[in-house]
């Protein structure tokens, strides 16, 4: 597993991104932590002209941290189930104590043909 490490900030509260009204770690950026995870390690995985783009995510917040926090997304080596890859994710804070679990899922795409797709849709 790759670890990649973060401080909670009082930007990334659920307060300052707008997902409630606490100074706690906000669940829409520790997903943000877990998909640049997810991307890092699957770019590992892949042809250099390739790209990912993510697909779904599941995560379980499970504890609220503070502003301070010392946070650790564990991201697992990608499974690759023939249509994507899926990365499973576990988010400790600094005493071991996990605060959020699940998979995140990202798509291989030549990023050409990618943009060109999205460019007709505009």
Not at 104 to 122: T, W, Y
């Amino acid at each position: 597993m790759r670890k990649f490490q973060h401080t909670v900030t009082a930007d990334d509260t659920s307060s300052s991104v707008g997902s409630g009204d606490l100074e706690v770690l906000a669940t829409p950026r520790l997903i943000t932590w877990c998909e640049n995870a997810a991307f890092q390690v699957c770019q590992q995985q892949i042809d250099a002209d390739h790209t990912t783009v993510g697909t779904m995510v599941r995560i379980e917040h499970v504890k609220g941290s503070p502003v301070g926090a010392e946070i650790t997304v564990l991201c697992a080596e990608p499974i690759n189930d023939g249509r994507r890859l899926v990365c499973h994710v576990v988010v400790k804070e600094s005493d071991g104590e996990e605060i959020a679990r699940g998979e995140v899922h990202r798509a291989v795409v030549d990023p050409d043909r990618f943009l060109s797709k999205c460019q007709r849709l505009a």
